[in-house]
C-alpha cells in the first residue's frame, strides 16, 4: 500500500512537471523566437505589425456613418481660426450647417464666412436623387452640379471616344464602391491564411534570417531588440508578386472584391476581364527591367514580442520607416526617396497616434513633407464623440506652419443631432439648377473657366476685408 502511495506521489511529480515543461515550452514558443526559424519569426513579428495598425481602426466612426445613413438630422458647426503671415494676424470664423431628410433622402450643407458677426461669403451643397451641385449666391443664384446618371451620354458631349464609353457606366455608385471591402472575419482570415500560404511558398526559407540582437532607438527608448530580415533580389521579386497576382486570380473572395470594384466604376462587369487584366499585370512584371533590377530588403526589430521598428528598402525607389509604440497605439512613418543615382533627395515624415478622453476617441496627425525644414508642417486632431440615439459631438483642429511666422490654426466644433422633421431641402432640376450633364464641351469650357475665376476673386477680396491685427 505504501508503494502505491509513493508510486502515485511520483506518478503526480512527473505528471506536474511535463505539465510545467509543456506550459514554459508553450510560452517560449508564443512569447519567444527560441524555436522559430528565420521565416516564422519574420512573420509573426509583420502580423504583430498588421495588429498595431489594426488597433488604431474604432468604432466611433462606423457608429457615425450609420447614425447619419439612418436618422434625419440637423448639423451645426463654428471654425474659429487665425491666419498670421510676417506681423499681420486675420481672425476668421466661419459657420456650417448641414441637415439630411431621411425621408427623400436630400442632403443639404453651407459653409458662411462672417466678419463682425455677420456672413459676408457663403457657399452651399445639396445632394438630391443624383445629382450633385454647389452654389454661391454672390456669383451665381442657380446650383451648378453634376448628374451621377446617363454618364455614357454625358461622356459623348465632352468627346470621349466609343472605345473608353464602353467602359463608362451608366451611374458611378458610391456605396457598392465603399462595400466592396466590406469582409466578414472569417472571410478575412481567409485572405490572411491564403495570402501567407503564397507568401511562404514564394520565397524560400533561406532568404529570412535571424539576425540576433540590435541596439536601437524607437521614441526615445533605447533598447536591444531582435532584428529579423528578408532580402530578396529583383527576379525572386517578380515571382512574389507573380503569384500574388495568380492567387488573386483564382481566390473567389479577391474576385467578389474586384467585380465589386468593377461593378461601381464600368458598365462592362466581366471576371474574363478581370482575369485578362490581372494577366496582362503578370506580363509586364515578368518584362519589367526595372524590377528584374531591384533589391528588396525588409528588417523588422522586436522587443519584447512586440514590433517596434519595420524598415522596408526597395533600392529603385527609396525607404520606409515605420516606428510603431502599442501601449500609445502610436506610428511614425519616415520616407526617403531616392534620386537616379541611390542618393536621397527628400525625406518626410507622419506620425499617428490614438488616444481616448472619456467616451471620445482622439486622434492626432504630424506630418512634415520635408525634414530638413521642421518650420513646414501639418498638425491635426480629431475628436470623435461617442453616437448616442440623438447624436454626436466632434472636434477638429488644425495647424498649417510655413515657417516660424506664416501659419494657419483652425478650430471646427461640430454637433449633428437626431430630428423628426427637417426644413426642407430644394429639389434640384433641369430647370433650376445648370447641371453639366445638359451641355457640350463648347458650352461648359468657358463657363467654368469664368465661374471659376469670379469665385476666385470673390474669395480673396472677401478675406482681404477682414480686420486684421498688427503685431510690432
Request: proline share 1%; charged share 20%; with cysteine.
Amino acid at each position: 500500500m505504501q508503494r502505491k502511495r509513493k508510486g502515485l506521489i511520483i506518478a503526480l511529480i512527473i505528471t506536474a512537471v511535463i505539465i510545467a515543461i509543456a506550459v514554459v515550452f508553450t510560452i517560449l514558443f508564443f512569447t519567444t523566437d527560441i524555436f522559430k526559424n528565420g521565416q516564422q519569426a519574420f512573420l509573426q513579428a509583420m502580423s504583430k505589425n498588421i495588429e498595431m495598425f489594426n488597433t488604431l481602426s474604432n468604432e466611433n466612426i462606423i457608429t457615425q456613418e450609420d447614425f447619419r445613413n439612418t436618422y434625419s438630422y440637423n448639423s451645426t458647426g463654428t471654425i474659429n481660426g487665425t491666419i498670421s503671415q510676417g506681423t499681420v494676424t486675420q481672425n476668421v470664423t466661419l459657420k456650417t450647417t448641414a441637415r439630411r431628410d431621411a425621408n427623400t433622402e436630400r442632403y443639404y450643407a453651407d459653409i458662411a464666412l462672417q466678419n463682425a458677426g455677420q456672413d459676408i461669403l457663403k457657399y452651399s451643397y445639396i445632394e438630391c436623387n443624383d445629382v450633385y451641385a454647389i452654389k454661391c449666391d454672390d456669383v451665381l443664384a442657380n446650383y451648378v452640379g453634376i448628374r451621377n446618371s446617363d454618364l455614357k451620354e454625358y461622356a459623348r458631349k465632352i468627346g470621349v471616344s466609343e472605345e473608353e464609353i464602353n467602359n463608362i457606366p451608366e451611374q458611378i455608385d458610391f456605396e457598392v464602391l465603399k462595400g466592396a471591402f466590406n469582409l466578414s472575419e472569417e472571410e478575412k482570415e481567409q485572405l490572411q491564411s491564403i495570402y501567407l500560404d503564397t507568401i511562404t511558398n514564394s520565397i524560400p526559407q533561406e532568404k529570412f534570417q535571424k539576425a540576433g540582437k540590435e541596439s536601437i532607438t524607437v521614441n526615445n527608448l533605447s533598447c536591444n531588440a531582435n532584428k529579423y530580415t528578408l532580402t530578396l533580389n529583383g527576379e525572386e521579386i517578380k515571382k512574389l508578386l507573380i503569384n500574388l497576382l495568380n492567387t488573386a486570380k483564382s481566390d473567389e473572395i479577391s474576385m467578389n472584391i474586384l467585380t465589386k470594384l468593377q461593378n461601381a466604376l464600368t458598365s462592362n462587369v466581366d471576371t474574363t476581364l478581370i482575369t485578362n487584366n490581372i494577366e496582362n499585370l503578370t506580363t509586364k512584371i515578368e518584362s519589367d527591367e526595372t524590377i528584374a533590377n531591384t533589391t528588396l530588403t525588409v528588417d523588422v526589430y522586436s522587443y519584447k514580442g512586440n514590433p517596434i521598428k519595420t524598415i522596408i528598402d526597395i533600392s529603385t525607389i527609396g525607404k520606409i520607416t515605420i516606428d510603431t509604440e502599442k501601449n500609445a497605439q502610436s506610428v511614425t512613418v519616415l520616407t526617403e526617396r531616392y534620386d537616379d543615382i541611390g542618393n536621397i533627395n527628400l525625406t518626410s515624415q507622419v506620425t499617428i497616434s490614438k488616444g481616448n478622453y472619456n467616451d471620445n476617441v482622439v486622434y492626432n496627425f504630424e506630418i512634415i513633407p520635408n525634414t530638413l525644414d521642421i518650420g513646414q508642417k501639418l498638425n491635426v486632431m480629431i475628436q470623435l464623440g461617442n453616437t448616442t440615439d440623438t447624436g454626436y459631438t466632434n472636434t477638429y483642429e488644425v495647424l498649417i506652419q510655413n515657417g516660424e511666422n506664416n501659419t494657419i490654426n483652425l478650430q471646427y466644433d461640430v454637433e449633428v443631432l437626431a430630428s423628426e422633421t427637417v426644413e426642407e431641402i430644394q429639389e434640384l432640376t433641369d430647370s433650376n439648377s445648370i447641371i453639366f450633364n445638359n451641355y457640350s464641351i463648347e458650352e461648359l469650357t468657358p463657363f467654368i473657366t469664368a465661374y471659376i475665376q469670379q469665385n476666385s476673386t470673390l474669395i480673396l477680396n472677401r478675406l482681404s476685408s477682414i480686420d486684421t491685427t498688427t503685431v510690432n
